[in-house]
C-alpha cells in the first residue's frame, strides 16, 4: 500500500506505568507488528473521554481496531450482580474511563461510518455498547464450557470455531473450521440487536460477530473475534488474513470518501 491506512488502536489502561507510576496507556506490540506485516500504521488512541477529541480521533483514523484487556463494568450490562459474580471481574483501574471512551469510540465508528475490527475485550466492549450482555464468567455460570481462559498458550490454537457459511470471516479465511487461541474468562451472552454470531466454539460460546444483513449499511466493514488474531498472524495465514482484510477495507473506504 503506497498511503498506508490509519488505524486507530484503543490501548489497555495499565495501574502503574514506568513514569512517577502515573495509570499508563499501553500496547502490545503484536498488534502493532500484525497491522504493520499488512501495511497499516497503528496509532495508540490517547487517553480521554472528551466527545469531541474522540470524534477528532476517529476522523482522521481510516479505521478503528478495539482491543483485548480487563473486563467491562458489569453494571453496564448487568446491574445487581451477585457478589459470588462480582468477584470474578476485574476492571480497568481508571474509573471506568476506558469503558465510556471505547463506548465513544463505537458510537463515532457508527456516526462516521469506518471500518471497525474488534478483538476480545473489544468483541464485547461492542457488543455492550451496542446493548447486548455479557457472560460474567464462563467457569462460574457455564460449567460444562470449554476451558476458555488459556493464558499458557496465549499464542497457540487451544481449539476449533466452526464458522456459518455466510460469515465475513469464512470469506476471509476460506474456511469453515478456524483453530483459534483463547485468553477468556467472559463471554456475550445476548448479541446486540444488529449483530448475528457467526462463529462458535463447540459448547456454543460466540467466537465471531458480524452485522446483520439488514443492517450490513451501517458499516463497511464490522468484524468482531473474541480470540485474538494478532498473537497468530506471524505464522499463520487464516489469522493474518483478517488483518489485511481490515486493512483493505479501510482504504477503499478512505479512497472512496476522498
Not at 210 to 239: D, G, M
Amino acid at each position: 500500500m503506497t498511503n498506508p491506512p490509519l488505524i486507530l488502536v484503543s490501548p489497555n489502561v495499565e495501574k502503574k506505568g514506568d513514569e512517577f507510576g502515573d495509570l499508563s496507556t499501553s500496547l502490545s506490540e503484536t498488534y502493532q507488528a500484525a497491522l504493520m506485516g499488512v501495511g497499516a500504521m497503528p496509532l495508540a488512541m490517547p487517553a480521554t473521554t472528551a466527545r469531541d477529541m474522540v470524534a477528532a480521533c476517529v476522523r482522521r483514523a481510516d479505521g478503528v481496531l478495539l482491543t483485548g484487556g480487563e473486563d467491562v463494568e458489569p453494571a453496564l450490562y448487568k446491574p445487581g450482580l451477585p457478589r459470588s459474580l462480582r468477584r470474578t471481574v476485574t476492571v480497568t483501574p481508571d474509573g471506568g474511563a476506558r469503558d465510556l471512551r471505547e463506548f465513544l469510540l463505537v458510537d463515532e465508528v457508527f456516526r462516521q461510518r469506518k471500518p471497525l475490527l474488534a478483538i476480545c475485550r473489544g468483541h464485547q466492549v461492542l457488543n455492550v455498547a451496542l446493548g447486548g450482555t455479557l457472560v460474567v464468567d464462563i467457569a462460574r455460570q457455564l460449567p460444562r464450557a470449554l476451558k476458555h481462559r488459556r493464558l499458557d498458550r496465549r499464542s497457540q490454537i487451544v481449539h476449533d470455531v466452526q464458522l456459518t457459511a455466510d460469515a465475513l470471516l469464512a470469506k476471509i479465511t476460506g474456511e469453515l473450521t478456524l483453530g483459534v487461541n483463547s485468553t477468556h474468562h467472559q463471554a456475550v451472552a445476548q448479541p446486540a440487536d444488529i449483530l448475528q454470531v457467526t462463529g462458535r466454539s463447540r459448547d456454543g460460546i460466540p467466537e465471531c460477530m458480524q452485522l446483520k444483513p439488514e443492517t450490513a449499511h451501517l458499516l463497511p466493514f464490522l468484524l468482531s473475534v473474541q480470540f485474538h488474531p494478532e498473537r497468530l498472524a506471524n505464522r499463520n495465514a487464516e489469522h493474518r488474513a483478517i488483518f489485511s482484510a481490515f486493512a483493505q477495507a479501510c482504504v477503499m473506504n478512505r479512497d472512496k470518501n476522498l
